[in-house]
């Protein structure tokens, strides 16, 4: 038998880079300190444009640049041009939780053919308008479809599944309460 060195790539994910992150930050917890900022302006009727310029990890200043439209559907007063922050707010859940499952497949050693998530939820329109007080303005559940395909077993995955509804960022955002310190400037 040929012995074959071990891979140091799985999923797109450097295990080796991911290996040394998570002993530089066990090392030195500031390194592992990631601030993240948002600005968003107003475009007229319910169309909003967010720009992310940079972000902080371990205390430096990373550039970044990008653009994030929102817009609501026409049934919602909108123009129906952007995804609405709903849709973005899932998607970012999504996104994230994608994360996990791909680096928690790759540092196992699985290789996936296959990672969907499926996402919804339910608003009760009443809330955000302001109609009935008893009805929250925002979800009271979201409901979320893994598909993992490739060469893990049942029990592979699940393991995957339990370890990023434990430590995936967002999952702990939408799960928990997180307080929010708004100011009128």
Same mark, same amino acid.
């Given at each position: @038998?040929?012995?074959?060195p ?11 880079a991911? $290996?040394? @992150? *998570?002993?530089?930050?066990? /090392? ?6 990631? *601030?993240? &900022?948002?600005?968003t302006?107003?475009?007229g009727? /319910?169309? +909003?444009? +967010?720009?992310?310029?940079?972000? /902080? ?10 653009t ?5 559907? &026409?049934?919602?007063?909108g123009t129906? +041009?952007?995804? !609405?922050p709903?849709e ?7 996104a994230?939780? @994608? ?8 540092? &196992? ?9 499926e ?7 009443r ?10 303005p925002?979800? =009271? =559940?979201? !409901? ?6 490739g060469?893990? /077993?049942p029990?592979q995955? $699940?393991e ?11 999952y702990? !955002?939408? *799960?928990?309460?997180?307080? @929010?310190?708004? =100011?009128?400037?």
């Amino acid at each position: @038998m040929i012995d074959t060195p071990p891979r140091t790539t799985i999923n797109g994910i450097d295990l080796e880079a991911i $290996e040394k @992150m *998570a002993a530089t930050i066990q /090392t030195n917890a500031a390194c592992g300190s990631a *601030a993240f &900022r948002v600005r968003t302006e107003w475009k007229g009727q /319910t169309r +909003s444009e +967010s720009t992310v310029e940079s972000f /902080t990890c371990a205390g430096e200043a990373i550039r970044r640049s990008f653009t994030i439209v929102s817009d609501e559907p &026409r049934e919602l007063l909108g123009t129906d +041009s952007a995804p !609405n922050p709903q849709e973005l707010l899932l998607s970012a859940l999504n996104a994230c939780m @994608m994360v996990g499952y791909v680096a928690q497949a790759s540092v &196992r050693g699985i290789t996936l053919e296959d990672c969907r998530i499926e996402t919804d939820g339910e608003l009760d329109l009443r809330g955000f308008l302001g109609l009935d007080e008893d009805v929250p303005p925002g979800y =009271r =559940r979201i !409901n979320y479809t893994v598909y993992l395909e490739g060469d893990g /077993t049942p029990e592979q995955y $699940e393991e995957i599944h339990q370890a990023v509804m434990a430590t995936s960022p967002n999952y702990f !955002n939408l *799960a928990q309460p997180v307080q @929010m310190c708004g =100011r009128l400037a």
